[in-house]
């Protein structure tokens, strides 16, 4: 039995399944101490992975080395991609997974996981040498200590969770699941600022009670997309549908009728909840002229008949719940596993972290995931991976790694957390990223795959596989630029364009003008009746890369123009990130500052001056102080 590790981490949801993976995939030493081993990555709300925003960030997981995109794949029921009708800096993928084999196949992956322990427990207290002000390990209820030098807080809602349905009051950290007691208490006695927040999750329901006649079917889309760069899953699951449907206003006024003894209204819960993702009650208070709202049956697995309600979370009473949706057409004669119910947990100030979730008071002690204020799998898993990776490149004296802005939307979920913190759980969107067009989900590997095999996260075959798709997506790019098809070879085309509604061409011309026609995909031109020039040379693509090669050389030919002006764009602000601050200013005996600066640039210790210029309260002036005194023109 092994007591002494390099890295522990504390907490087995998506959070911390991907910081134990990194670690111990990065050759360091690692133990993952949970509750629950049978809960391993539990989907504790939505039974889910992706969607706006955050189906970029599982795909920038996969081109890192991490899992969570490997495994959703293997355990879909179902795969959309969302916002087609925008442009490829919004496309998000989004699949329902099938929730027990989700978790089933996370727990056989760490399992088999060289250099990584598990151990069943709650951790009670840290290890922590104040003398030096670094952790050293974790003490547990069973009376077990455990050594390390770098330790991963991923403790999700369990911190002094607190669950609520109406008046009622359970002490969990997840329905059936003690919370956890005791690390809260001590890392605010030392000088952590700690806070809480609410979130919430829907009623289950049995579908043999549904009358599916009366909802609208969402089917599966069937196409290329997936969330691995890797190869697809050998064994994929049968797909399923989802299903919507309506509230209406009986619905409503049912739950008026109880807006007294939800604890959102009556002051039992003071904490905020995440503003993206309101409970219905909180839905029709806000939006009380609304006399509908969408709802999404959406399955649990393959061999269930529970449904997760997406739409309907709510924290109030059981009987107004039940009641409000028998109000529905289709669940007139609802049958209900589990009421839906609202958790407050301890959170921490994410300012108090460096860029790599390191703590600024407490060396080798990070945090990940819902712990910094933060909502949904896909961040959790994210920062994760971030923390993870850096704990054990730190018990290697290795240089830390992080990730800016315009390499990633994890560069830019835990630069807000670092330099903004958090008033209410941070949710990822697009608009939140300045250089979406940069950070889109089909080339994460190309922006994220090299650093990451380079660290030693991604391997050499992820790497290879990278480097043929870039080789065969240049080669399609460059037949594109300087094709030329004569007025003679044009029949076929000028026939797509008359279905296009678009005007034919008068005179030979390049294949990039006929890419660059409104509506024309390069999958209608890979014919031989019609260009049998990329013909062959998309016969000659690997099967297993032939779409996504074709996907990213369309949009590098599509949006050249956008593309550059925004890689511009973060080159000149890449110049501010590139100036390191460290402790060499004493910003108190700056008096060209304002007042203000020097209060925040005190507390938050930027590394950059671009981590600087991005904190609130600091104005350009300030920058050019900060420049002017480290002898820099930028």
Known sequence: MNFQYDVIVVGAGHAGCEAASAAARLGARTLLVTHDMNKIAQMSCNPAVGGIAKGQIVREIDALGGEMGRIIDATAIQMRMLNRSKGPAMWSPRAQADRNRFSALWRHTLEHTEGLDMWQDAVTALVIDQDNM?????????????????????????????????????????????????????????????????????????????????????????????????????????????????????????????????????????????????????????????????LFLEPEGMDTTEYYLNGFSSSLPMDIQIEALQTIPALRNVQIYRPGYAIEYDFFDPTQLRHTLETRLVGGLFFAGQINGTTGYEEAAGQGLIAGANAALRSQGREPFTLRRDQAYIGVLI?????????????????????????????????????????????????????????????????????????????????????????????????????????????????PAIVPQLYELGAQIPRDLYDEVMESAEILIKYDGYIRREQQAADRLRRLEDVRLGDKLDYASITALSTEARQKLIKHRPDTLGHASRIPGISPADVNVLLILLNKNI
Not at 476 to 487: G, K, Q, R, Y
């Open 134 to 294: 670094q952790v050293r390990g974790v003490r547990t209820a069973q009376g077990a200590t455990f050594h390390a030098d770098q330790v991963v807080l991923t403790n999700g809602t369990f911190l002094n969770g607190l669950m609520h349905i109406g008046r009622v009051q359970l002490a969990g950290g997840r329905i059936s699941e003690p919370a956890s007691y005791g690390i809260t208490e001590q890392l605010a006695a030392i000088g952590f600022e700690t806070a809480r927040m609410k979130t919430g999750t829907p009623v289950r329901i049995d579908g043999r009670s549904v009358d599916w006649s009366l909802t609208e079917e969402q089917p599966d889309e069937e196409d290329f997309h997936r969330f691995s760069y890797g190869p697809a899953p050998e064994h994929p699951l049968h797909r399923r549908a989802c299903y919507t449907l309506k509230t209406n206003e009986r619905t409503h006024e049912v739950l008026r009728r109880g807006l007294p003894d939800s604890p959102l209204y009556n002051g039992q819960i003071k904490s905020i909840g995440p503003r993206y993702c309101p409970s219905i009650e909180t839905k029709i208070v806000t939006f009380a002229d609304k006399t509908e709202h969408h």
């Open 415 to 527: 630069d807000d957390l670092v330099t903004k913190g958090v008033d209410e759980p941070y949710r990822m969107f697009t608009s939140r990223a300045e250089y979406r067009i940069l950070l889109r989900q089909d080339n994460a590997d190309e922006r994220l795959t090299p650093l990451a095999h380079t660290m030693g996260l991604a391997s050499d075959a992820r790497m290879q596989r990278l480097q043929e798709k870039i080789k065969w997506r240049d080669a399609v790019i460059d037949l594109i630029e300087t094709l030329s098809i004569p007025l003679s070879e044009l029949e076929n085309i000028n026939k797509m364009m008359d279905e296009l509604a678009q005007a034919p061409f008068a005179q030979g011309v390049k294949l990039k003008s006929v890419v660059l026609r409104p509506n024309v995909r390069l999958s209608q031109l890979d014919a």
